[in-house]
């Protein structure tokens, strides 16, 4: 991953990720708390759970809390994290 910035408050975390190559999360992680991931640009293969998703430019996934999930593409993307 090329750049992220990470913002954090009480119970509240957003990260704006981006990359200028193709990133490939290296195995499947969950998280006590919700995520929601929102692609800015570009293109993801989403899993969650057993289930992948092409996800696109302006697409959002909700991963409950403690779902396996992952990404990967090998594409130029930026997208925010939201966690709470």
Same mark, same amino acid.
């Given at each position: 991953?090329?750049d992220?910035?990470t913002?954090?408050?009480e ?5 704006y ?11 499947s @992680? ?10 800015? *640009? ?6 969650? !759970? /057993? =289930?992948? @998703? ?10 409950? *809390? ?6 990967? !593409? /090998? =594409?130029?993307y930026?997208?925010l994290c939201?966690?709470?």
């Amino acid at each position: 991953m090329a750049d992220k910035r990470t913002f954090v408050y009480e119970n509240f975390e957003m990260s704006y990720e981006e990359t200028k190559k193709g990133w490939s999360m290296p195995y499947s @992680h969950h998280h006590t708390h919700y995520e929601i991931y929102i692609l800015l *640009s570009g293109e993801r293969t989403v899993t969650i !759970g /057993n =289930t992948t @998703h092409l996800v696109k430019e302006g697409f959002a996934c909700l991963f409950e *809390s403690n779902i396996s999930h992952r990404s990967e !593409g /090998n =594409t130029d993307y930026s997208g925010l994290c939201i966690h709470f």
